[in-house]
């Protein structure tokens, strides 16, 4: 796989981990993450749209600004161990190691009892420096540029999705925003008509695939087949790895 293909096996190892999913957070969390109904500036679209992609080809890490929040961290996700996160992986205890979970990946790290990560400690990470990738790559965002909710039961970050709001300077952010809905409604609505390997079966993954794909909604498509439509965007999402790729050659 190309790039930060993780976001894709992290998103597809929690729709398969239902039977590791509690559906519990801890109170206090639930507490500090109730749906308030309070705005969180989500930054402006544009930038984030562009930092977004940067971290899907592997430029960069997240840069989310949190605050408070640690919603990742206690809605049982189990978190995917690759090679490069060696030193994370030797503080895992035992209990909480699952796996292998795919090709390229050693082990999965699971969650306590009460969905929170075994480095979570108050609210804050205890390995922050040496986190997993996946945990470097987790961008909550992405659901809110999407315009759809995380799979599961997960409040505490649903409650984040729906507090967070983009600031829109011009024209282009909005057709940009625009854009990205389109996509991952298309992409979530139009599984069938994509290879296996690309099918979007969860939000997750349709909003991925969207970031990657944008472009080709930027502009009215209503006359073209979801067959062609879909075609297109699949050309989209290779040609966005295979620049990856050559990147990396």
């Known amino acids: 796989?190309?790039?930060?293909?993780?976001?894709?096996?992290?998103?597809?190892?929690?729709?398969?981990?239902?039977?590791?999913?509690?559906?519990?957070?801890?109170?206090?969390?639930?507490?500090?993450?109730?749906?308030?109904?309070?705005?969180?500036?989500?930054?402006?679209?544009?930038?984030?749209?562009?930092?977004?992609?940067?971290?899907?080809?592997?430029?960069?890490?997240?840069?989310?600004?949190?605050?408070?929040?640690?919603?990742?961290?206690?809605?049982?996700?189990?978190?995917?161990?690759?090679?490069?996160?060696?030193?994370?992986?030797?503080?895992?205890?035992?209990?909480?190691?699952?796996?292998?979970?795919?090709?390229?990946?050693?082990?999965?790290m699971g969650y306590r009892d009460d969905g929170s990560c075994p480095f979570l400690l108050g609210h804050h990470c205890s390995i922050y420096a040496d986190r997993p990738q996946t945990c470097r790559d987790y961008d909550c965002r992405i659901y809110a540029a999407a315009e759809m909710m995380p799979d599961g039961d997960r409040p505490v970050i649903a409650g984040r999705v729906k507090a967070w709001r983009f600031i829109y300077r011009s024209d282009q952010d909005r057709r940009e925003a625009q854009a990205v809905s389109r996509a991952a409604q298309f992409i979530r609505a139009s599984q069938a008509l994509f290879p296996p390997g690309m099918r979007a079966g969860s939000a997750t993954a349709a909003a991925v695939l969207a970031i990657k794909t944008y472009p080709m909604f930027l502009s009215g498509h209503e006359s073209r087949s979801q067959e062609e439509l879909a075609q297109r965007v699949i050309d989209a999402a290779r040609a966005f790895d295979a620049g990856i790729a050559a990147e990396r050659s």
Do not use: N
């Not at 729709?15 to 109170?27: G, L």
């Not at 749209?49 to 989310?64: K, P, Q, W």
């Open 1 to 108: 796989m190309h790039g930060r293909e993780v976001l894709f096996w992290m998103w597809a190892a929690l729709k398969e981990s239902d039977a590791y999913h509690w559906k519990r957070v801890p109170s206090i969390y639930t507490v500090v993450m109730s749906d308030t109904g309070e705005h969180i500036s989500a930054g402006t679209f544009s930038e984030w749209l562009t930092s977004m992609r940067g971290v899907l080809r592997g430029d960069r890490d997240a840069d989310v600004p949190c605050g408070d929040c640690v919603g990742c961290c206690v809605s049982s996700y189990p978190i995917p161990l690759r090679l490069r996160d060696k030193l994370a992986r030797e503080q895992v205890p035992e209990e909480r190691l699952i796996g292998p979970a795919r090709p390229g990946e050693r082990w999965l």
